[in-house]
């Protein structure tokens, strides 16, 4: 079992930036990938923004340019800073994790609780 925890929610202006933390803790498992998803009220979960073990990144076009995804490898840590936000942004932002516990064995995913972004306009 992996344990996922996010923090750095909270409330700000538009056009206000936040940093969003992930932190993953578990026995012998190394992460495949990382990524940061979102939900809405009366909206379905969207990918934000995702970063490989190997340090690939990718994020949705409706962040790009304002959300930037980055990783700690030694300490299971991802981060999501985002800058100029917008109250479209309003979410609830989830952590999720793939890892594997054996090279070449299945992987498994695991999310976080997580965490409320508000964005005042």
């Known amino acids: 079992q992996v344990q996922v925890v996010e923090s750095g929610g909270g409330l700000v202006q538009a056009g206000g930036s936040l940093r969003l933390s992930c932190a993953a803790s578990g026995r012998e498992f190394s992460i495949n990938s990382m990524a940061w998803h979102r939900q809405a009220p009366g909206k379905q979960r969207e990918l934000v923004a995702i970063i490989t073990s190997g340090g690939t990144a990718d994020s949705a076009g409706s962040v790009k340019g304002r959300f930037t995804i980055s990783r700690d490898n030694a300490k299971n840590t991802v981060y999501l800073q985002m800058n100029s936000l917008k109250p479209e942004d309003t979410a609830v932002y989830y952590c999720?994790?793939?890892?594997?516990?054996?090279?070449?064995?299945?992987?498994?995913?695991?999310w976080g609780q997580g965490t409320q972004v508000i964005v005042s306009s």
């Open positions: 999720n994790v793939v890892v594997q516990y054996a090279n070449g064995a299945p992987r498994f995913s695991f």
